[in-house]
T-cell receptor, first 114, second 111 residues
Framework: DAMVIQNPRYQVTQFEKPVTLSCSQT?????MYWYQQKSSQAPKLLFH???????NEADTPDNFQSRRPNTSFCFLDIRSPGLGDTAMYLC?????????????FGPGTRLTVL | GNSVTQMEGPVTLSEEAFLTINCTYT??????LFWYVQYPGEGLQLLLK?????DKGSNKGFEATYRKETTSFHLEKGSVQVSDSAVYFC??????????FGTGTRLKVLA
């Protein structure tokens, strides 16, 4: 089945220790997104790629970076995680950027910063 | 920019009860409207969508109608099941990457 895969599902890291989360997709979609979802809150868009074009949300901290080496893979790098970065991180894809395009989400990586 | 107001939960219902979760939005242009569902420990998945006024999206017994005049997209189900227990997110999308979600409504269905 075509899908969005995230690894690892659970990640524990120490304060200010860099961490990388990964996402892969078999849907061959043009757009990939990273969201942060804190407990009992709505997902908040951090950034997205349309193909290789990177788009950062204005309020995404500089601490958060992303890489998309090819169509299938996208990475979220947190350079110096703080305690407030404890959250679920969701990767999503969409075929294109139209209003009617559905987003397809991975199962998420639950990150805990100690 | 787009915004969405979704009824607060949690909503607790008995099995076979009728469900309504209200959603109203403001959006630029002519948005498509989505309901996503998040089961415990999982990512979001599409429940249903509607792309133009008066369209009705439906899936798994859930329905929602695109009401342009009232800028609403309320989610309904005639008879809920325990397996419907999840968090439901309303999301208008104007196709400008400004994807936003409501705060989510947690539904708990008791046997």
């Amino acid at each position: 089945d075509a899908m969005v895969i995230q690894n690892p599902r659970y990640q524990v890291t120490q304060f200010e220790k860099p961490v990388t989360l990964s996402c892969s997709q078999t849907l061959n979609h043009n757009v990939m997104y990273w969201y942060q979802q804190k407990s009992s809150q709505a997902p908040k868009l951090l950034f997205h790629y349309y193909d290789k074009d990177f788009n950062n949300e204005a309020d995404t901290p500089d601490n958060f970076q992303s890489r998309r080496p090819n169509t299938s893979f996208c990475f979220l790098d947190i350079r110096s995680p703080g305690l407030g970065d404890t959250a679920m991180y969701l990767c999503a894809t969409s075929r294109d950027s139209g209003a009617a395009d559905t987003q397809y989400f991975g199962p998420g990586t639950r990150l805990t910063v100690l | 920019g787009n915004s969405v107001t979704q009824m607060e939960g949690p909503v607790t219902l008995s099995e076979e009860a009728f469900l309504t979760i209200n959603c109203t939005y403001t959006a630029t242009g002519y948005p498509s409207l989505f309901w996503y569902v998040q089961y415990p420990g999982e990512g979001l998945q599409l429940l249903l969508k509607a792309t133009k006024a008066d369209d009705k999206g439906s899936n798994k017994g859930f329905e929602a109608t695109y009401r342009k005049e009232t800028t609403s997209f309320h989610l309904e189900k005639g008879s809920v099941q325990v397996s419907d227990s999840a968090v439901y997110f309303c999301s208008p999308n104007s196709g400008t990457y400004k994807y936003i979600f409501g705060t989510g409504t947690r539904l708990k269905v008791l046997a």
